[in-house]
Nanobody, 118 residues
Framework: VQLQASGGGLVQAGGSLTLSCAASGRTSGIVAMAWFRQAPGKERDLLSSVRWANGDKCYADSVKGRFTISRNRPRNTISLQLNGLKPEDTAVYYC????????????WGQGTLVTVSS
């Protein structure tokens, strides 16, 4: 299975963006999909995840109320709606997928850069 992320770009503080991630290849056996981000000089952080079977969602405190994750099971895609963007949201955003039996997110997209100007 492969992941292709898109939708990053440059936006002013307070603006919005929508990131998308499409899974292709052997997409059976998806346990969950998620969005992470990594700012320069920092570790990669989990932002939000969605369980594939029942749609349960989780959010990091830093983005709760501003970011919204959604999934489209027939199309094997997830999206992340980013609202109220702040300069500290500037990072490379990655989508990830956990397959059955993996126990962790084991498939990663290539990352898409989000830059928020003040």
């Amino acid at each position: 299975v492969q992941l292709q992320a898109s939708g990053g770009g440059l936006v002013q503080a307070g603006g919005s963006l929508t990131l998308s991630c499409a899974a292709s290849g052997r997409t059976s056996g998806i346990v969950a999909m998620a969005w992470f981000r990594q700012a320069p000089g920092k570790e990669r952080d989990l932002l939000s995840s969605v369980r594939w079977a029942n749609g349960d969602k989780c959010y990091a405190d830093s983005v709760k109320g501003r970011f919204t994750i959604s999934r489209n099971r027939p199309r094997n895609t997830i999206s992340l709606q980013l609202n109220g963007l702040k300069p500290e949201d500037t990072a490379v955003y990655y989508c990830a997928l956990q397959q059955v039996g993996a126990g962790r997110y084991n498939v990663w997209g290539q990352g898409t850069l989000v830059t928020v100007s003040s």
